[in-house]
């Protein structure tokens, strides 16, 4: 027999069992080394230094970064290496602002847990940087460049996990910082508010941003009935706030702290994801049945949605046309509810409680406020929940339950699955797959459509037609598949987007999680809540029905198609300026003509066009006429490439059609 | 791709300039790799990386521009404010700065109105800079204009050096 190979660790053999460094092997061995930049979903980085291990015969190394090899012999805390760790700690804090008592993340920041844990009791040197200004441009993100280790965990989330990268490195030695594109602010970039970064930063640097303050006021004010809407994930995860293990079902003791806090009613977002599996299952057994805008993209997941408008602007019309659950709640909720309730829409305010950041930018949306009344007031966190219970001083883990409020609070086991990934798609099924067959379902469970992976597919065959699915979460996950798509290779008719881990139980406004295992009980416990339901199948939500007979009217009908769906439009990256080709600033009294260089005109050919005007003008000399740009993205993408000739947004625009306008425009001036 | 027609002048005009971002790109066959030297080559162009071009480099090679900025602010060849037509870059290393180039520095920023954060004058002529050691501390110490050493100046004979640039261009125009 072949002896097994082992890494002799502290004196102890640890057997290799295909742990790709020797951080994991530690780990095994149950020694908490400690990290800053290891993370077993990101790649290896190996900056922070703190994972130091002395391997015999070759020094102190980093264990995140070096593969075991049989025979090792390894110390995990010599006398050197507790030192190297702890001046490596003293020089993070030193740099950092030590606002603690203050800072969001204050319970959850590795920095802190770390300096206690190694006993770092004393910093021995002084700060070199300047204060830098806090971001705070963006809905979801706040961002406190003061705060940052340069651990660089959110550059590779934000790269790998997301493939975005809206934000990276800069600069260098003691002026390096992570910053988005030549420094903007993050509400100014590419970035989708998914918050994965912030959920991965080990400090306070990047933090979801609260709205606690302004729930709290509309609380206290007596002219307002305040109502929430909970999001599936948000029970399954809200007791981790309190110490629980990951995975316990809250929904009872969540009713009953939202209400003690001074809600005038708790809802379910769940009743809202019913009534979007029969929107969006409907929307989507048309397309199928016609052959038209296949495969139908979800559209439930808001940073998935704004990745698509900035990326993808000729797969908009594949996306459904459904408001995600939360905006189908909120559109419902303003437009039932102040009859109901007796009191004025405008006295009436929404609160989500969400699993997510990106829901806090989809509230704002333009389009889902109405004469610039929000159909969604405010979107609150698991996280904010959670320190909204504590600030009020109630003993979470002591509350006698109490059950959701009717009608807008009672839902079925598909609307709760939504909260993971495959389960819009599961959802979607239960209504469908009976819908083509005619009669009841046997089996409500779709196994062939659950699963951690990110990429997956399900095929099913009904009544001899074959339906294809694909389900991803992390956006990087789903460029490949819409990729495929734009190619025109793709056979999937339906695709299932999630931006975060797992789905929103992954969410970034999740509680930090303390382990690797915290998303796969929340996941679990979930499915559980759906077994545990009396009914499975939106279509059997007797309130649904209920609903479409008094106020939405026919599925898919006029009056659905205004409280329930949506539009998208396309969306540029940056905001930032214009090249300008010609001399000298532009001037009102010459024709500007901008053409856009955005991806999408990039690509079918706007570099040819720029070239070929410019030459134009040229070659008449008409540089005193005309100023010619290359600007960022006209927002017109489906239709570029798109010139802009004075007023004219000319789409499709070949050097024809833009040397014949621009012949006209220069006429009107003269 | 190879690139056939001859690189145009450094001062070209702006849609020349632009022509030959195009170009650079196509030379580097639009590889994500070399965006190292399609910057260099660019900023060989413009004299500096304005922002809308490195976002159009980021677009046309396909890689977040949040990296662009990261790879354009991390070496320090790279300017992202405009420079002047001729840069100036006084020497104060050790051998330059016990020989006097501070008092250098100072004359020739009161002469061009600048100071330690307004390093071109408005004009767009000159730009003024120091830099750690150029490598001829025998000839201590140093003014770089342009591309040609100045050894062993003095406050007054730097002065003198720009204003006969000045005078050159003027003359020029
Ligand atoms: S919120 Fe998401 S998209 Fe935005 S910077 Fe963070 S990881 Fe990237
Ligand atoms: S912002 Fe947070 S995650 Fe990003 S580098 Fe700084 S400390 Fe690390
Ligand atoms: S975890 Fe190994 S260097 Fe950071």
């Known amino acids: 027999m072949i002896k097994q190979a082992t890494v002799t660790i502290d004196g102890r053999d640890v057997p290799i069992e295909g742990e790709r460094n020797l951080l994991e092997l530690v780990r095994k061995a149950h020694i908490e080394l400690p990290t800053f930049c290891y993370h077993s979903e990101l790649s290896i980085y190996g900056a922070c230094r703190l994972c130091l291990v002395q391997v015999e015969g070759r020094g102190i190394m980093g264990a995140c970064s070096t593969p075991p090899e049989p025979g090792m012999q390894i110390r995990t805390s010599t006398l050197e290496i507790r030192e190297i760790r702890r001046i490596t700690l003293e020089l993070l804090l030193a740099n950092h602002e030590g606002s603690c008592p203050t800072c969001t993340k204050s319970a959850d920041c590795k920095l802190q847990a770390l300096a206690r844990r190694l006993g770092v009791e004393k910093v021995r040197f002084k700060a070199l940087h300047q204060p830098a200004p806090v971001d705070d441009s963006s809905p979801s993100i706040i961002r406190d460049p003061n705060k940052c280790v340069l651990c660089g965990d959110c550059v590779r989330v934000c790269n790998e996990i997301q493939g975005i990268g809206a934000i990276d490195f800069a600069y260098r030695g003691s002026q390096a910082a992570v910053l988005p594109a030549f420094g903007k602010n993050l509400g100014d970039v590419e970035c989708v508010n998914c918050g994965q970064c912030a959920a991965f930063c080990p400090t306070g640097a990047l933090t979801p941003k609260p709205e606690i303050e302004g729930v709290w006021k509309a609380l206290n004010d007596p002219k307002k009935k305040v109502v929430a809407q909970i999001a599936p994930a948000v029970r399954v995860a809200l007791s981790e706030c309190f110490g629980a293990t990951p995975g316990e079902d809250t929904t009872g003791r969540m009713v009953a702290a939202i209400k003690a806090l001074g809600f005038a009613a708790v809802y379910d977002t769940s009743f809202t994801a019913d009534l979007t599996v029969i929107e969006e299952a409907t929307e989507f057994l048309q397309r199928k049945t016609k052959g038209e805008r296949l495969p139908q993209f979800t559209s439930c997941c808001p940073a998935w949605v704004k990745y698509a408008e900035q990326y993808y602007p000729e797969l908009l019309p594949n996306l459904s046309s459904c408001k995600s659950p939360q905006q189908m709640f909120g559109s419902l909720a303003k437009d039932i509810l102040p009859k109901q309730m007796g009191v004025m829409r405008q006295d009436l305010v929404v609160v989500s409680i969400m699993p997510c950041t990106a829901k806090k930018f989809e509230a704002r949306r333009p389009e889902f406020a109405p004469d610039g009344e929000r159909d969604v007031d405010f979107v609150l966190t698991t996280q904010e929940l959670g320190r909204m219970i504590q600030e009020a001083g109630l003993d979470f883990r002591a509350m006698e339950p109490e059950s959701l409020d009717m009608p807008l609070g009672f839902h079925t086991g598909a609307g709760v699955i939504f909260g993971n990934s495959g389960g819009v798609s599961e959802a979607v099924l239960r209504y469908a797959v009976e819908k083509v067959l005619g009669k009841p379902l046997d089996k409500v469970d779709f196994p062939q459509v659950r699963g951690e992976g990110g990429l997956r597919e399900a095929a099913f065959t009904l009544n001899g037609t074959t339906v294809k699915i694909a389900i991803v979460h992390g956006l990087a996950n789903a460029k490949i598949v819409a990729d495929k798509v734009k190619a025109g290779v793709s056979d999937y008719d339906l695709i299932e987007v999630m931006t975060c881990p797992g789905g929103c139980i992954g969410g970034a406004g999740q509680p930090v999680p303390k382990n690797g295992q915290s998303r796969r009980a929340r996941t679990r416990s979930l499915y559980e809540n759906d077994k545990n339901l009396p009914l499975h199948k939106s279509q059997d939500n007797p309130f649904i029905t209920q609903c479409y007979e008094r106020h939405i009217g026919e599925v898919g009908g006029e009056k659905a198609h205004h409280l329930l769906h949506t539009h998208y439009q396309n969306r540029r990256r940056l905001s930032g300026p214009e090249i300008p080709l010609g001399e000298g600033p532009a001037s009102a009294a010459r024709v500007q003509v901008k053409v856009c260089a955005g991806t999408a005109c990039f690509v079918r050919g706007s570099q040819k066009l720029l070239h070929a005007l410019t030459a134009y003008v040229e070659e008449r000399s008409l540089q005193n006429a005309v100023d010619v740009r290359a600007n960022f993205c006209s927002e017109q993408c489906g239709n570029g490439p798109t010139v802009i000739i004075g007023e004219d947004v000319l789409q499709h625009c070949t050097f024809e059609i833009a040397r014949e306008a621009l012949d006209q425009a220069l006429a009107v001036q003269k | ?173």
């Open chain 2, 1 to 173: 791709m190879e690139l056939t027609q001859s690189r145009p002048p450094a001062a070209a005009s702006g849609p020349d300039k632009f022509d030959s971002v195009c170009a650079i790109l196509e030379r580097y066959s639009y590889q994500p790799a070399k965006l190292i030297p399609i910057l260099q080559a660019v900023q060989n162009e413009y004299r500096y990386l304005p922002e809308g071009v490195m976002t159009y480099v980021a677009t046309a090679l396909k890689v977040p521009p949040a990296r662009v900025f990261g790879v354009a602010t991390f070496y320090t060849y790279f300017a992202l404010e405009p420079k002047g037509k001729h840069v100036l870059r006084l020497c104060d290393g050790t051998a330059c700065h016990v020989k006097q180039s501070i008092p250098i520095l100072e004359a020739l920023r009161r002469h061009l109105g600048l100071d330690e954060k307004n390093k071109t004058t408005p004009d767009m002529l000159f730009t003024l800079d120091t830099v750690a050691c150029l490598g001829a501390c025998g000839l201590a110490p140093v003014l770089m204009v342009d591309d040609v050493v100045h050894s062993r100046m003095t406050p007054a004979a730097a002065v003198k050096l720009v204003d006969k640039i000045r005078t050159r261009e003027q003359s020029a125009n």
